[in-house]
Every structure is written in C-alpha cells, then in structure tokens.
C-alpha cells in the first residue's frame, strides 16, 4: 500500500523557517512529480509547489517564490520544501502529494489536483508571534 507522510510541521513566529518533509512508502518518490498543497480555514486549498519527475522545471506559486525551496533526497525517498521568511498568510496545514503515469513529466507546469492521487495526512503549519 503506497503512502505519503508529512512532518515538519509547527508554530514559527514570522520571519522563522521550517522545514517540511514528505517521506514516501510503497512508492519511489523519484519516478513521481510531488506537489505540496495548503489549506487555511475558510480557503480552497491551493498548490504551493510542485517538483516534476523529470527535467521539467519546477513550480512555485508567486507569493512563495523567492521564499520555499522544493527538493528531493533520492536515497531517502523523501521530498522536502524549505519555507524561510514565513508570513502569517502562509498558515495552513500542508499536504503533499504525488502524481504518475504518462504524463506525470508535465504535471508541474499547471499543476492542479486532479493529477495528484497519492495524498499524506497534512500536517500543521502556524506562524504567529
């Protein structure tokens, strides 16, 4: 049975960093494109970042750029995202998830959820002084 599991999560004041951590089990992260996903309380949740599974770029949305860092670790078949100068508007509980088939090369350019059919449990992200 593959599953994703997310860590990482906490309280950070803004400014802080946190480190996020996607491990994969029964799948090989590497051959997936893996997306990170957000949802705060009353919000749709949305696409944060997204690492394809080939030579495609990656993706950000815009208020994150500059900020998080999605990155892989092959041998521990984990995906991470890098969050440093968190804002209060970045609360949220982050999910990853993972994409394959075909076309998975492509899942990063727009990426959306539908593609997406590996999801983690969430976990907690909270950034308040």
């Known amino acids: 049975q593959s599953q994703l599991m997310e860590s990482g999560g906490g309280l950070v004041q803004p400014g802080g960093s946190l480190r996020l951590s996607c491990a994969g089990s029964?799948?090989?992260?590497?051959?997936?494109?893996v997306a990170w996903f957000r949802q705060a309380p009353g919000k749709e949740r949305e696409v944060v970042s997204c690492?394809?599974?080939?030579?495609?770029?990656?993706y950000y949305r815009d208020s994150v750029k500059g900020r998080f860092t999605i990155s892989r670790d092959k041998a521990k078949n984990t995906v991470y995202l890098q969050m440093n100068s968190l804002k209060p508007e970045d609360a949220a509980v982050y999910y990853c998830?993972?994409?394959?088939?075909?076309?998975?090369?492509?899942?990063?350019?727009?990426?959306?959820?539908?593609?997406?059919?590996?999801w983690g449990q969430g976990t907690q992200v909270t950034v308040s002084s």
């Open positions: 690492i394809p599974n080939g030579d495609a770029s990656t």
């Open positions: 029964g799948l090989i992260l590497d051959t997936y494109a």
């Open positions: 998830a993972a994409g394959g088939g075909f076309y998975a090369t492509t899942y990063c350019e727009r990426p959306t959820e539908g593609p997406f059919h590996s």
